[in-house]
């Protein structure tokens, strides 16, 4: 399935920054840092699922570029989503394998040290597939880092899904105080599950943030730091 996948260069910058065609036409952005050190992946999933938009990874990617490509800590690939294949479908995880496989075969990269992270969707997305590919990729799934999300929405859509699977894996979590979707409230009993189950979870909260991605720029900021710090 690998082969079928494609490689299309879209510019040159201090970022390596390629197009990824999946077999089922979705495309991802991918960018990695100029030079020879090989650097963790991470796996960045958008929000809005509702654009049934299958190249909206393209979007993502510059997007976070622009956010984090400057630190060089790592390199980003950013698939894409649409209502036929949510992020928590067996689809989904399928041409997400296959994407990471593919981009890890990319110079910089480095296949062995992969953190899935998301928003909105993207973060209820990166809690489902870290449990649904752990097993597949053991130890090189090093984190996840979620912003702006409500595990709340695979319980109302009876999507099978147990913070359990997550033991022993890192997990990064930041909440807006004025989140008008996802209250704050509801996150930490959320929170309160996942040390129920033995996770331990990283709490972030920001108090005057919404639910928009451009209330956590500070936040932001930090998360190169997180991933050396497990991802190294």
């Given at each position: 399935?690998?082969?079928?996948?494609?490689?299309?260069?879209?510019?040159?910058?201090?970022?390596?920054?390629?197009?990824?065609?999946?077999?089922?036409?979705?495309?991802?952005?991918?960018?990695?840092?100029?030079?020879?050190?090989?650097?963790?992946l991470v796996i960045w999933?958008?929000?809005?699922?509702?654009?049934?938009?299958?190249?909206?990874?393209i979007a993502a990617a510059?997007?976070?570029?622009?956010?984090?490509?400057?630190?060089?800590?790592?390199?980003?690939?950013?698939?894409?989503?649409?209502?036929?294949?949510?992020?928590?479908?067996?689809?989904?995880?399928?041409?997400?394998?296959?994407?990471?496989?593919?981009?890890?075969?990319?110079?910089?990269?480095?296949?062995?040290?992969?953190?899935?992270?998301?928003?909105?969707?993207?973060?209820?997305?990166?809690?489902?597939?870290?449990?649904?590919?752990?097993?597949?990729?053991?130890?090189?799934?090093?984190?996840?880092?979620?912003?702006?999300?409500?595990?709340?929405?695979?319980?109302?859509?009876?999507?099978?899904?147990?913070?359990?699977?997550?033991?022993?894996?890192?997990?990064?979590?930041?909440?807006?105080?004025?989140?008008?979707?996802?209250?704050?409230?509801?996150?930490?009993?959320?929170?309160?599950?996942?040390?129920?189950?033995?996770?331990?979870?990283?709490?972030?909260?920001d108090p005057e943030a919404?639910?928009?991605?451009?209330?956590?720029?500070?936040?932001?900021?930090?998360?190169?730091?997180?991933?050396?710090?497990?991802?190294?």
């Amino acid at each position: 399935m690998n082969s079928l996948f494609l490689l299309l260069a879209l510019s040159s910058s201090p970022l390596r920054t390629d197009t990824l065609i999946a077999p089922d036409g979705s495309a991802a952005g991918l960018w990695v840092p100029s030079g020879k050190v090989r650097h963790p992946l991470v796996i960045w999933l958008h929000g809005g699922l509702g654009a049934n938009n299958p190249a909206k990874g393209i979007a993502a990617a510059s997007n976070m570029e622009t956010t984090w490509g400057e630190s060089g800590a790592f390199a980003l690939l950013a698939p894409s989503a649409w209502p036929a294949s949510p992020w928590w479908s067996d689809e989904a995880a399928l041409r997400i394998a296959g994407f990471v496989d593919s981009a890890a075969r990319r110079p910089g990269v480095d296949g062995s040290r992969l953190v899935l992270a998301g928003v909105s969707d993207g973060g209820i997305g990166a809690l489902w597939l870290a449990a649904r590919l752990r097993g597949l990729w053991g130890k090189r799934l090093k984190g996840v880092a979620v912003w702006s999300c409500d595990p709340d929405v695979l319980v109302a859509q009876g999507i099978p899904w147990s913070p359990d699977a997550l033991k022993g894996l890192p997990v990064r979590w930041t909440a807006g105080g004025r989140d008008h979707l996802f209250p704050l409230e509801r996150i930490r009993s959320w929170w309160a599950v996942f040390a129920k189950a033995g996770v331990e979870v990283e709490e972030h909260e920001d108090p005057e943030a919404d639910h928009d991605l451009s209330f956590h720029k500070k936040d932001l900021a930090l998360f190169p730091t997180w991933t050396h710090r497990f991802a190294r």
